[in-house]
T-cell receptor, first 113, second 114 residues
């Protein structure tokens, strides 16, 4: 059974710091991995999608990596800003399960001015 | 393009009632999935519809059902509501039924059961 874990559960950093969020999964037979952001009371905003054949994806200050063999992904945020404060979720899509995403519990990020 | 639209945004119901939630996917998207989010269980998959057919179903009781219309809009129905059904219900759409497309989420419907 696929399980997704995110560590740490919460993180507080001063503005301007570079930071890394971690995501691990137990079964390497994934189709892709997606990182999302969720603001309080809102839905999920898709940040990056990494296919199983890819090693990393970049969008602006965000860089996501994927190591399928070790069951790990990281989301790197450069030069953090208070507007980055949110909960970050990773989710994996596994083969033969249609569109079923399996989510981690999220990392709540707070960036202090 | 407009994003995924869910209505209503908030609902208050009492135990035993039933409720219907609506989701309009991004124009051109044919796959719609539903998720339940609670503080204790996190995000859990309910079901996915593609071209009006249910493709996959999560581990929820039969009180939870859904359907998809020919215009790809989807509805989710919960009957005989229980206190534990209080949650944020999120809908996601993607362009195709294959895994190479990202899923895009709406802002959800917050359901409270009294």
């Amino acid at each position: 059974k696929q399980e997704v874990t995110q560590i740490p559960a919460a993180l507080s950093v001063p503005e301007g710091e570079n930071l890394v969020l971690n995501c691990s999964f137990t079964d390497s037979a994934i189709y892709n991995l997606q990182w999302f952001r969720q603001d309080p009371g809102k839905g999920l905003t898709s940040l990056l999608l990494i296919q199983s054949s890819q090693r990393e994806q970049t969008s602006g200050r965000l860089n996501a990596s994927l190591d399928k063999s070790s069951g790990r992904s990281t989301l790197y945020i450069a030069a953090s800003q208070p507007g980055d404060s949110a909960t970050y979720l990773c989710a994996v899509l596994i083969y033969n399960q249609g569109g079923k995403l399996i989510f981690g519990q999220g990392t709540e990020l707070s960036v202090k001015p | 393009k407009a994003g995924v639209t869910q209505t209503p945004r908030y609902l208050i119901k009492t135990r035993g009632q039933q409720v219907t939630l609506s989701c309009s996917p991004i124009s051109g998207h044919r796959s719609v999935s539903w998720y339940q989010q609670t503080p204790g269980q996190g995000l859990q998959f309910l079901f996915e519809y593609f071209s009006e057919t249910q493709r996959n179903k999560g581990n929820f009781p039969g009180r939870f059902s859904g359907r998809q219309f020919s215009n790809s809009r989807s509805e989710m129905n919960v009957s005989t509501l229980e206190l534990g059904d209080s949650a944020l219900y999120l809908c996601a759409s993607r362009e195709t039924g294959t895994g190479d497309q990202p899923q895009h989420f709406g802002d959800g419907t917050r359901l409270s059961i009294l």
